[in-house]
């Protein structure tokens, strides 16, 4: 009877440990969370008519832009290239022929002090039948608003600002996502890429009860059901990098945040420009307002410029300059 108590006492011990280590490394997060946004400064004020304009631009006037709409992805590249140079920068472009088109990933490179690299991406293209303004219309926004106001500096790392072509489907996790074109050819040269960020849907918020859903019910156990929040998002291979990146978000105290370092696996958890980091053994992450998990207008026609909240989009974006300039700069 002894040994069998022993026996049950140490399985109770182990699966003690590992929901300890579960927390520890997957759900506790630093930094202090704030529970409601803050009213916006007045460079944040500029700011979001800046995010606006973009959107606008991309999703209004531009509109559907993929393979099958290859004009109108044509002009979102000019479009993000144009940026970059009105800003001061030299941009890029990274080519590769999908279907017999020619494809584009655009760069705009900030040179740092050292070797060491900061990406910060987002993909430009939309799913067929959507004109894409939270996907990802606002990601390219906050991208392009991003750039502009690193322009100028001389980071201590080398600061990368990247719009990929075809993330959406079909080319999702394929060899013609242009992410995965880009990440690759970055280990072919061994370029030393230290943290790379996704800006994915990041524009949608809800103070609604219930509005926010997780792919996991386990999740949703330990995270919020009101889509109050901006999400950051890592493997746990990334974790690390997420957990420094969401401290510096939270220091300002201007948004309700998240972070989660999950497995892959789970839905949702690669579904952005990241994944093809973790593929090349990069350290990746996304932001995200979570798409599909709050967010009703996700892949549809209705997802429009109306449906964003840029006061909030404006407070993401000034948020993601603090955590870009500690990466950037840190030794």
Not at 246 to 271: D, H, M
Request: aromatic share 10%; proline share 4%; net charge positive.
């Amino acid at each position: 009877m002894q040994r069998i108590l022993y026996s049950v006492l140490r399985v109770i011990i182990a699966l003690a440990a590992i929901t300890c280590l579960t927390w520890w490394s997957i759900i506790r997060m630093p930094g202090k969370n704030v529970s409601r946004p803050a009213a916006l400064s007045s460079d944040e004020l500029t700011l979001r008519e800046e995010l606006r304009s973009h959107v606008k631009k991309l999703a209004g006037d531009i509109g559907e832009r993929n393979l099958r709409r290859y004009s109108a992805l044509a002009q979102a590249a000019d479009y993000i290239e144009k940026c970059f140079m009105d800003a001061g920068l030299e941009s890029r472009r990274e080519t590769f022929e999908t279907r017999d088109r020619a494809c584009h990933n655009i760069e705009a490179e900030i040179h740092g002090r050292t070797n060491e690299i900061v990406v910060v991406g987002a993909h430009y293209d939309s799913v067929e039948g959507a004109p894409g303004a939270n996907d990802n219309a606002s990601g390219v926004a906050g991208l392009l608003a991003l750039a502009r106001r690193f322009a100028g500096q001389q980071p201590t790392k080398t600061l990368r600002f990247v719009a990929f072509a075809n993330e959406e489907p079909p080319f999702f996790q394929t060899s013609h996502m242009g992410s995965l074109v880009y990440a690759g050819r970055c280990k072919e040269r061994g370029d030393r890429i230290v943290a790379m960020i996704s800006l994915e849907t990041i524009a949608y918020f809800s103070d609604q009860p219930n509005s926010q859903v997780y792919p996991s019910s386990g999740l949703g156990a330990f995270y919020p059901k009101t889509a109050n929040f901006i999400g950051f998002v890592a493997n746990l291979g990334s974790r690390r990098l997420l957990k420094r990146a969401l401290a510096t978000f939270r220091q300002a105290g201007k948004l309700p945040s998240e972070g989660a370092a999950v497995p892959s696996f789970i839905p949702g958890v690669g579904w952005s420009d990241h994944w093809s980091f973790w593929q090349h053994d990069y350290p990746a992450m996304m932001v995200t307002d979570t798409a599909l998990f709050r967010y009703n207008h996700y892949h549809r026609a209705t997802d429009t410029p109306d449906k964003l909240d840029y006061d909030r989009f404006a407070l993401v974006v000034s948020g993601m300059q603090n955590v870009i300039n500690e990466l950037a700069n840190s030794r």
